[in-house]
Protein backbone atom coordinates (compact mmCIF):
# COMPACT_ATOMS: atom_id res chain seq x y z
CA UNK A 1 0.00 0.00 0.00
CA UNK A 2 2.97 2.62 0.93
CA UNK A 3 4.47 1.60 -2.38
CA UNK A 4 1.10 2.00 -4.59
CA UNK A 5 0.71 5.46 -2.90
CA UNK A 6 5.00 6.33 -3.21
CA UNK A 7 4.43 5.38 -7.08
CA UNK A 8 1.65 7.61 -7.21
CA UNK A 9 3.32 10.63 -5.78
CA UNK A 10 6.00 10.17 -7.67
CA UNK A 11 3.71 10.17 -10.91
CA UNK A 12 2.11 13.60 -9.41
CA UNK A 13 5.39 14.90 -9.01
CA UNK A 14 6.81 14.08 -12.42
CA UNK A 15 3.62 15.66 -13.59
CA UNK A 16 3.87 18.87 -12.03
CA UNK A 17 7.41 19.39 -11.70
CA UNK A 18 8.47 22.53 -13.24
CA UNK A 19 10.27 23.33 -16.39
CA UNK A 20 11.97 26.29 -17.92
CA UNK A 21 12.31 26.71 -21.76
CA UNK A 22 14.63 29.41 -22.59
CA UNK A 23 15.51 30.51 -26.03
CA UNK A 24 19.67 32.34 -26.15
CA UNK A 25 21.25 34.25 -28.83
CA UNK A 26 24.07 31.63 -29.91
CA UNK A 27 26.87 34.04 -30.17
CA UNK A 28 26.01 36.57 -26.88
CA UNK A 29 23.87 34.02 -24.72
CA UNK A 30 21.35 36.91 -24.19
CA UNK A 31 18.59 35.06 -22.85
CA UNK A 32 15.86 35.93 -25.27
CA UNK A 33 12.78 34.34 -24.38
CA UNK A 34 11.84 31.84 -21.71
CA UNK A 35 8.84 29.95 -20.40
CA UNK A 36 8.37 27.77 -17.76
CA UNK A 37 6.06 24.50 -17.95
CA UNK A 38 5.22 21.13 -16.89
CA UNK A 39 4.37 17.91 -18.26
CA UNK A 40 0.69 18.63 -17.57
CA UNK A 41 0.84 21.68 -18.64
CA UNK A 42 1.96 20.99 -22.13
CA UNK A 43 -0.76 17.24 -22.46
CA UNK A 44 -3.48 20.31 -21.61
CA UNK A 45 -1.86 22.57 -24.41
CA UNK A 46 -1.47 20.08 -27.00
CA UNK A 47 -5.29 18.11 -26.27
CA UNK A 48 -6.84 22.03 -26.50
CA UNK A 49 -4.58 22.60 -29.60
CA UNK A 50 -5.54 18.88 -31.39
CA UNK A 51 -9.67 19.67 -30.29
CA UNK A 52 -9.03 22.99 -32.04
CA UNK A 53 -7.25 21.84 -34.76
CA UNK A 54 -10.00 19.13 -35.58
CA UNK A 55 -12.85 21.61 -35.45
CA UNK A 56 -11.14 23.80 -38.01
CA UNK A 57 -10.48 21.15 -40.34
CA UNK A 58 -14.05 19.86 -39.89
CA UNK A 59 -15.43 23.83 -41.12
CA UNK A 60 -13.69 24.00 -43.71
CA UNK A 61 -14.42 20.68 -44.88
CA UNK A 62 -18.09 21.00 -44.52
CA UNK A 63 -18.59 24.45 -45.40
CA UNK A 64 -16.11 25.42 -48.02
CA UNK A 65 -15.44 24.00 -51.44
CA UNK A 66 -12.61 22.27 -50.03
CA UNK A 67 -14.93 19.07 -49.67
CA UNK A 68 -15.55 18.53 -53.52
CA UNK A 69 -11.47 17.88 -53.94
CA UNK A 70 -11.94 14.75 -51.10
CA UNK A 71 -13.09 11.42 -52.49
CA UNK A 72 -16.57 10.82 -52.58
CA UNK A 73 -17.56 14.17 -52.29
CA UNK A 74 -19.51 15.78 -55.56
CA UNK A 75 -19.64 19.42 -56.61
CA UNK A 76 -22.88 21.10 -56.36
CA UNK A 77 -22.45 21.62 -60.31
CA UNK A 78 -21.60 18.44 -61.08
CA UNK A 79 -24.85 17.26 -59.31
CA UNK A 80 -26.90 20.38 -61.71
CA UNK A 81 -25.56 19.19 -64.74
CA UNK A 82 -26.28 15.40 -64.11
CA UNK A 83 -30.33 16.50 -63.49
CA UNK A 84 -29.59 18.90 -66.97
CA UNK A 85 -28.44 15.76 -68.69
CA UNK A 86 -31.15 13.61 -66.82
CA UNK A 87 -33.66 15.56 -68.49
CA UNK A 88 -32.02 16.18 -72.00
CA UNK A 89 -31.76 12.57 -72.31
CA UNK A 90 -35.36 12.23 -71.53
CA UNK A 91 -36.83 14.59 -73.65
CA UNK A 92 -34.21 12.96 -76.54
CA UNK A 93 -35.77 9.49 -75.49
CA UNK A 94 -39.05 10.76 -76.50
CA UNK A 95 -37.91 12.55 -79.53
CA UNK A 96 -36.98 9.44 -80.77
CA UNK A 97 -39.89 7.28 -80.14
CA UNK A 98 -41.55 10.00 -82.03
CA UNK A 99 -39.40 9.73 -84.56
CA UNK A 100 -39.57 5.73 -85.12
CA UNK A 101 -43.53 6.25 -84.92
CA UNK A 102 -42.96 8.26 -87.53
CA UNK A 103 -40.83 6.02 -90.03
CA UNK A 104 -43.03 2.95 -89.16
CA UNK A 105 -45.80 4.63 -90.33
CA UNK A 106 -43.77 5.96 -93.35
CA UNK A 107 -42.35 2.40 -94.19
CA UNK A 108 -45.59 1.01 -95.96
CA UNK A 109 -45.94 3.50 -97.99
CA UNK A 110 -42.26 3.50 -99.13
CA UNK A 111 -42.00 -0.46 -99.07
CA UNK A 112 -45.42 -0.05 -101.84
CA UNK A 113 -47.56 -2.20 -98.88
CA UNK A 114 -50.39 1.17 -99.22
CA UNK A 115 -51.14 1.86 -103.03
CA UNK A 116 -52.37 5.44 -103.64
CA UNK A 117 -55.97 6.65 -104.15
CA UNK A 118 -56.89 7.38 -107.38
CA UNK A 119 -58.16 10.35 -108.20
CA UNK A 120 -57.82 12.89 -110.46
CA UNK A 121 -58.39 16.37 -109.65
CA UNK A 122 -59.20 18.21 -112.83
CA UNK A 123 -61.90 15.19 -113.85
CA UNK A 124 -63.29 16.02 -110.03
CA UNK A 125 -63.25 19.84 -110.29
CA UNK A 126 -64.83 19.63 -113.86
CA UNK A 127 -67.10 17.37 -112.76
CA UNK A 128 -70.87 19.24 -112.39
CA UNK A 129 -72.53 19.10 -109.27
CA UNK A 130 -75.87 18.02 -109.63
CA UNK A 131 -78.91 19.39 -107.13
CA UNK A 132 -82.17 17.97 -106.74
CA UNK A 133 -84.58 21.21 -106.49
CA UNK A 134 -87.66 18.95 -105.41
CA UNK A 135 -85.78 18.32 -101.69
CA UNK A 136 -85.27 22.62 -101.58
CA UNK A 137 -89.21 23.01 -101.92
CA UNK A 138 -90.61 23.61 -98.10
CA UNK A 139 -93.19 20.55 -96.99
CA UNK A 140 -96.47 21.00 -95.71
CA UNK A 141 -95.31 20.65 -92.08
CA UNK A 142 -92.65 23.02 -92.30
CA UNK A 143 -95.11 25.75 -94.00
CA UNK A 144 -97.33 25.50 -91.44
CA UNK A 145 -94.42 25.41 -88.73
CA UNK A 146 -93.22 28.93 -89.91
CA UNK A 147 -96.71 30.28 -90.38
CA UNK A 148 -96.98 29.52 -86.76
CA UNK A 149 -93.80 31.56 -85.43
CA UNK A 150 -94.43 33.98 -87.44
CA UNK A 151 -97.57 34.74 -86.03
CA UNK A 152 -95.94 34.21 -82.44
CA UNK A 153 -93.34 36.96 -83.29
CA UNK A 154 -95.11 38.79 -85.50
CA UNK A 155 -96.57 41.42 -82.70
CA UNK A 156 -93.74 40.92 -79.94
CA UNK A 157 -92.23 44.70 -79.96
CA UNK A 158 -95.46 46.00 -78.83
CA UNK A 159 -96.27 43.01 -76.44
CA UNK A 160 -93.30 44.20 -74.90
CA UNK A 161 -94.12 47.54 -74.32
CA UNK A 162 -97.36 46.41 -72.92
CA UNK A 163 -95.84 44.26 -70.38
CA UNK A 164 -93.43 47.17 -69.39
CA UNK A 165 -96.63 49.60 -68.20
CA UNK A 166 -97.80 47.00 -66.22
CA UNK A 167 -95.17 46.52 -63.75
CA UNK A 168 -96.58 47.62 -60.47
CA UNK A 169 -93.94 49.68 -58.01
CA UNK A 170 -94.20 50.17 -54.40
CA UNK A 171 -92.87 53.08 -51.84
CA UNK A 172 -89.53 52.35 -50.98
CA UNK A 173 -90.35 54.36 -47.50
CA UNK A 174 -92.67 56.78 -45.93
CA UNK A 175 -91.28 60.02 -45.63
CA UNK A 176 -91.50 63.34 -47.24
CA UNK A 177 -89.28 64.21 -50.25
CA UNK A 178 -86.21 66.73 -49.83
CA UNK A 179 -84.95 66.98 -53.34
CA UNK A 180 -86.81 65.93 -56.44
CA UNK A 181 -85.96 64.34 -59.87
CA UNK A 182 -83.92 67.01 -62.17
CA UNK A 183 -82.58 66.01 -65.13
CA UNK A 184 -81.30 69.36 -66.03
CA UNK A 185 -78.64 69.57 -62.52
CA UNK A 186 -78.38 65.77 -62.80
CA UNK A 187 -80.21 64.43 -60.32
CA UNK A 188 -81.91 61.41 -61.73
CA UNK A 189 -83.46 60.37 -58.32
CA UNK A 190 -85.75 61.39 -55.33
CA UNK A 191 -84.44 62.10 -51.89
CA UNK A 192 -86.79 61.11 -49.59
CA UNK A 193 -86.03 62.19 -45.51
CA UNK A 194 -86.32 59.81 -43.02
CA UNK A 195 -84.96 58.41 -39.63
CA UNK A 196 -81.90 57.24 -39.21
CA UNK A 197 -82.70 52.93 -39.31
CA UNK A 198 -85.89 53.26 -40.96
CA UNK A 199 -86.41 49.88 -43.03
CA UNK A 200 -86.25 50.41 -47.04
CA UNK A 201 -88.27 48.40 -48.95
CA UNK A 202 -87.55 46.97 -52.42
CA UNK A 203 -90.09 48.76 -54.84
CA UNK A 204 -90.70 45.53 -56.73
CA UNK A 205 -89.38 41.60 -57.16
CA UNK A 206 -85.91 41.13 -58.23
CA UNK A 207 -82.32 40.23 -57.74
CA UNK A 208 -79.53 42.13 -56.15
CA UNK A 209 -76.57 42.78 -58.62
CA UNK A 210 -74.64 45.06 -56.45
CA UNK A 211 -74.39 45.42 -52.46
CA UNK A 212 -71.44 47.14 -51.45
CA UNK A 213 -69.57 50.92 -50.04
CA UNK A 214 -69.03 53.50 -52.67
CA UNK A 215 -66.99 56.55 -51.38
CA UNK A 216 -69.35 59.20 -52.62
CA UNK A 217 -72.73 57.32 -51.72
CA UNK A 218 -71.79 55.20 -48.93
CA UNK A 219 -73.40 51.49 -48.83
CA UNK A 220 -75.27 50.87 -51.93
CA UNK A 221 -77.77 48.37 -53.62
CA UNK A 222 -79.05 47.81 -56.52
CA UNK A 223 -81.90 45.48 -58.13
CA UNK A 224 -82.82 44.26 -61.38
CA UNK A 225 -86.37 43.70 -61.73
CA UNK A 226 -88.37 42.49 -64.64
CA UNK A 227 -88.80 44.30 -67.97
CA UNK A 228 -85.69 45.76 -67.94
CA UNK A 229 -86.07 47.72 -64.84
CA UNK A 230 -83.41 48.42 -62.18
CA UNK A 231 -84.03 50.44 -58.79
CA UNK A 232 -80.79 51.96 -57.26
CA UNK A 233 -80.86 52.57 -53.15
CA UNK A 234 -78.18 54.97 -51.76
CA UNK A 235 -76.88 56.53 -48.41
CA UNK A 236 -77.72 53.55 -46.84
CA UNK A 237 -77.33 52.52 -42.94
CA UNK A 238 -76.94 49.03 -43.15
CA UNK A 239 -77.46 46.48 -45.97
CA UNK A 240 -79.35 43.57 -45.25
CA UNK A 241 -79.06 42.16 -49.01
CA UNK A 242 -75.74 40.78 -50.57
CA UNK A 243 -74.91 40.61 -54.51
CA UNK A 244 -77.67 37.53 -56.12
CA UNK A 245 -80.00 37.36 -53.52
CA UNK A 246 -83.40 37.33 -55.03
CA UNK A 247 -86.42 39.66 -52.95
CA UNK A 248 -89.82 40.09 -53.28
CA UNK A 249 -91.84 43.30 -53.27
CA UNK A 250 -92.01 45.03 -50.14
CA UNK A 251 -88.96 42.91 -48.44
CA UNK A 252 -86.53 45.04 -46.45
CA UNK A 253 -83.02 45.24 -48.20
CA UNK A 254 -81.53 47.89 -45.84
CA UNK A 255 -81.96 50.63 -43.63
CA UNK A 256 -82.20 54.78 -43.98
CA UNK A 257 -78.24 55.81 -43.02
CA UNK A 258 -76.35 58.97 -44.07
CA UNK A 259 -73.33 57.29 -45.30
CA UNK A 260 -70.85 58.67 -48.17
CA UNK A 261 -68.97 61.84 -48.99
CA UNK A 262 -72.19 63.35 -50.91
CA UNK A 263 -74.55 62.96 -48.30
CA UNK A 264 -76.47 65.89 -46.15
CA UNK A 265 -78.11 63.69 -43.70
CA UNK A 266 -79.98 60.72 -43.29
CA UNK A 267 -82.35 60.29 -46.30
CA UNK A 268 -82.40 58.34 -48.94
CA UNK A 269 -81.86 58.75 -52.92
CA UNK A 270 -83.28 56.74 -54.54
CA UNK A 271 -83.51 56.19 -58.36
CA UNK A 272 -85.44 54.23 -61.34
CA UNK A 273 -83.92 52.83 -64.62
CA UNK A 274 -85.67 51.77 -67.67
CA UNK A 275 -83.22 50.71 -70.44
CA UNK A 276 -80.97 51.95 -69.40
CA UNK A 277 -82.38 55.30 -68.90
CA UNK A 278 -83.00 57.37 -65.82
CA UNK A 279 -86.90 58.00 -65.37
CA UNK A 280 -88.40 60.32 -62.67
CA UNK A 281 -89.35 57.76 -59.69
CA UNK A 282 -92.70 59.86 -58.76
CA UNK A 283 -94.77 59.16 -62.38
CA UNK A 284 -94.05 55.30 -61.27
CA UNK A 285 -94.43 55.47 -57.46
CA UNK A 286 -96.78 56.60 -54.82
CA UNK A 287 -94.39 58.16 -52.25
CA UNK A 288 -97.40 59.63 -50.24
Not at 22 to 37: A, D, G, I, P, W
Not at 138 to 158: P, V
Request: no cysteine; glycine share 6%.
Amino acid sequence: MAKKDKKKGKLKQKLTDKYRLVVLNENTFEERFSLKLSRLNVFVLGGIFSILLIALTTVLIAFTPIKEYIPGYSSSKLKADAVKLTFEADSLKAKLATLENYTKALKPVLTGEIKPESIDSIISENTPIVVDESKLNASKEDSLFREKIDRETRFSILNNSNNKNNVVFFAPLSGSISQNFDSNTKHFAVDIVAKTGTPIKAVADGTVIFSGWNTETGYVIILKHGNDYISVYKHNGNLLKQQGDFVKSGEVIATVGSTGELTTGPHLHFELWSGGYAVNPINFIDFK
